[in-house]
T-cell receptor, first 108, second 115 residues
Framework: AQRVTQPEKLLSVFKGAPVELKCNYSYSGSPELFWYVQYSRQRLQLLLRHISRESIKGFTADLNKGETSFHLKKPFAQEEDSAMYYCALGCGTYKYIFGTGTRLKVLA | GAVVSQHPSRVICKSGTSVKIECRSLDFQATTMFWYRQFPKKSLMLMATSNEGSKATYEQGVEKDKFLINHASLTLSTLTVTSAHPEDSSFYIC???????????FGPGTRLLVL
């Protein structure tokens, strides 16, 4: 069965510390992985997709098919990174599964 | 945990007919519900935001007369695709949010195929 797991509901780090938001997936086919972010009182927006392999706002994520993971990383967290982060799996033409989200709090 | 359901999970209809999709928060009250549309190989597009008891706020480019949204209660929102056409074929996904947590809980999605 297709599944996305974000094991941490809340992650608190200090400003300047490295950040890693975990995402694991389960899918037998060829997955498309995304990270979405929602800042307080704003709409959900796409942060990263694995096929583009780009860095947005200092965040990167590498698809590891062996570990079925797509962890989101940033070497130095900033206070403005505080937000809800959702990992999503695109499986097939019309199927999209979201994780339950991780709230990142960056402390001053 | 919070669960959001959508019904139906998939629907096939003829061009010109209307289709209603339900989004329910099963064990919590959702002050806000969102409707998204996903095109193949692309990310989600927010269609509209609805708050219980008030009119939905539509995103630019989304036809409010074509995509009718009703948020009649704190646990139910419906999206009606009126006079559906093949280009409306897509994957529609809803999410529900509580004011207290500002966390979105996503439904499993509905695949719509218009012939």
């Amino acid at each position: 069965a297709q599944r996305v797991t974000q094991p941490e509901k809340l992650l608190s780090v200090f400003k300047g510390a490295p950040v890693e938001l975990k995402c694991n997936y389960s899918y037998s086919g060829s997955p498309e992985l995304f990270w979405y972010v929602q800042y307080s009182r704003q709409r959900l927006q796409l942060l990263l997709r694995h096929i583009s392999r780009e860095s947005i706002k200092g965040f990167t994520a590498d698809l590891n098919k062996g570990e079925t993971s797509f962890h989101l990383k940033k070497p130095f967290a900033q206070e403005e990174d505080s937000a809800m982060y959702y990992c999503a799996l695109g499986c097939g033409t019309y199927k999209y599964i979201f994780g339950t989200g991780t709230r990142l709090k960056v402390l001053a | 945990g919070a669960v959001v359901s959508q019904h139906p999970s998939r629907v096939i209809c003829k061009s010109g007919t209307s289709v209603k999709i339900e989004c329910r928060s099963l064990d919590f009250q959702a002050t806000t519900m969102f409707w998204y549309r996903q095109f193949p190989k692309k990310s989600l597009m927010l269609m509209a935001t609805s708050n219980e008891g008030s009119k939905a706020t539509y995103e630019q480019g989304v036809e409010k007369d074509k995509f009718l949204i009703n948020h009649a209660s704190l646990t139910l929102s419906t999206l009606t695709v009126t006079s559906a056409h093949p280009e409306d074929s897509s994957f529609y996904i809803c999410s529900a949010e509580t004011r207290e947590t500002e966390t979105q809980y996503f439904g499993p999605g509905t695949r719509l195929l218009v012939l």
